[in-house]
């Protein structure tokens, strides 16, 4: 069980049966009344944010959720294949279930596949990946030290600003929580 006192962002909560991910929280303690927490709840089954309010000390439950390593093998229609490292049994997640992962999900990626009840629900990527760059306009020569910047297409089909010096074929490092070029990958 989880006292409110431990509510953080990213912490995973069972309210009514149901596993949900808490986006935002604020203490809130009024000049008259007692103290409560107003939060922002995810449901990690469907996607929708609630609002939804805590009495200060309240307690809630801690979801069944397990995470297992898997490897994402391929795309099929709306559904991604992921295999299980250990077992090699093969799962697929649907687009809704992937979400915005999906822009930085390249085949042979290692992601933790998110299981509620024995179900997948869910994926987590790694903090950054590699990927290669497909398409951006020609790079110039001997531009490095600047901060302008020029869009490029990534092997998964997202679209990030990157530096203007990089060319199409390089390797860069990807942070996959803000979407943001963090560095270009040696040879």
Known sequence: MYDTSDFRRGLR???????????EFLHVKPGKGGAFVRTKLRNMLNGRVIDQTFRSGEKVGRPDLQEKEMQYLYRDGNNYC???NETYDQVFLSEDHVAEGRQFLAENTTVEVLYYN???IGLELP?????????????????????VTKPA?????????VPIFLDVGDKIKVDTRSGAYVERVKR
Do not use: Q
Not at 153 to 161: D, F, Q, R, Y
């Open 13 to 23: 909560i069972e309210v009514d049966g149901k596993p949900f991910e808490i986006v």
């Open 82 to 84: 992921f295999m299980d």
């Open 118 to 120: 024995d179900e997948p």
């Open 127 to 147: 903090m950054f990946v590699e990927l290669e760059i497909t398409e951006t306009e020609p790079g110039v020569k001997g531009d490095t030290a600047s901060k």
């Open 153 to 161: 297409t990534l092997e998964t089909g997202a679209v990030i600003p």
